[in-house]
Nanobody, 125 residues
Framework: VQLVESGGGLVQSGGSLRLSCAAS????????IAWFRQAPGTERESLSC????????DYPDSVKGRFTISSDNAKSTVYLEMNSLKPEDTAVYYC???????????????????WGQGTQVTVSS
């Protein structure tokens, strides 16, 4: 199982980025894929979660209305579209995978079986 994030970088406040999480080594349609982020000195924050067979979770207030999760089953890839970025969005962004139903999206981060290496997002003011 492999998850590879990409798309991070340095962007000015108000800008946009689209992160990708390319999955391989498992049946994509049988797993939930979640996005998390972690800034230095903080706990890992859950952003959203999706199941390719249908359904996605809501977003925390910190990103609601600005971030959108989506899935391309043909490419076994989950995206996180991030708009109106703010300096407080600066963090390492991770995707994680877990076999099962979308109801598992509510589980804590440490219960996800598979993780990518993370991609850095830095938003300058």
């Amino acid at each position: 199982v492999q998850l590879v994030e990409s798309g991070g970088g340095l962007v000015q406040s108000g800008g946009s980025l689209r992160l990708s999480c390319a999955a391989s080594g498992f049946v994509f349609q049988d797993y939930i894929i979640a996005w998390f982020r972690q800034a230095p000195g903080t706990e890992r924050e859950s952003l959203s979660c999706i199941h390719s067979r249908g359904g996605s979770t809501d977003y925390p207030d910190s990103v609601k209305g600005r971030f959108t999760i989506s899935s391309d089953n043909a490419k076994s890839t989950v995206y996180l579209e991030m708009n109106s970025l703010k300096p407080e969005d600066t963090a390492v962004y991770y995707c994680a995978a877990e076999y099962g139903h979308i109801s598992l999206c509510s589980q804590p981060a440490d219960e996800y079986d598979y993780w990518g290496q993370g991609t850095q997002v830095t938003v300058s003011s």
